[in-house]
Nanobody, 122 residues
Framework: QVQPVESGGGSVQAGGSLTLSCRVSRYTYGRYCMGWFRQAPGKEREGVASIDTDGSTTYADSVKGRFTISRDENTLYLQMDSLKPEDTATYYC??????????????????WGKGTLVTVSS
């Protein structure tokens, strides 16, 4: 069962921190590229961060230095620090069974979670 399941969203003030978690099948570890995406109201879904099968990571310019993606055998994480109101969005965890590197684009992903809402107030 590869279906990702996110948790950890919520409301926080600007400058605060949140950690998102995504439970995934242990089978994906070292086999599937995985990523975090977000979609704000009225905007397209965008890639936030990805982690390759070899552990290499990529980040959108808007979150570099503030967000950190990591994973263990069963869980994908997104540590979000120095949050800004513009980070407000529904965050999705996703996995790709055919792209191994730099999968931080929506058309690379095979499996999607249902999302978790992050709200950052000023």
């Amino acid at each position: 069962q590869v279906q990702p399941v996110e948790s950890g969203g919520g409301s926080v003030q600007a400058g605060g921190s949140l950690t998102l978690s995504c439970r995934v099948s242990r089978y994906t570890y070292g086999r599937y590229c995985m990523g975090w995406f977000r979609q704000a109201p009225g905007k397209e879904r965008e890639g936030v961060a990805s982690i390759d099968t070899d552990g290499s990571t990529t980040y959108a310019d808007s979150v570099k230095g503030r967000f950190t993606i990591s994973r263990d055998e069963n869980t994908l994480y997104l540590q979000m620090d120095s949050l800004k109101p513009e980070d407000t969005a529904t965050y999705y965890c996703a996995a790709s069974n055919w792209v191994q590197y730099n999968c931080r684009r929506t058309n690379a992903m095979t499996y999607w979670g249902k999302g978790t809402l992050v709200t950052v107030s000023s």
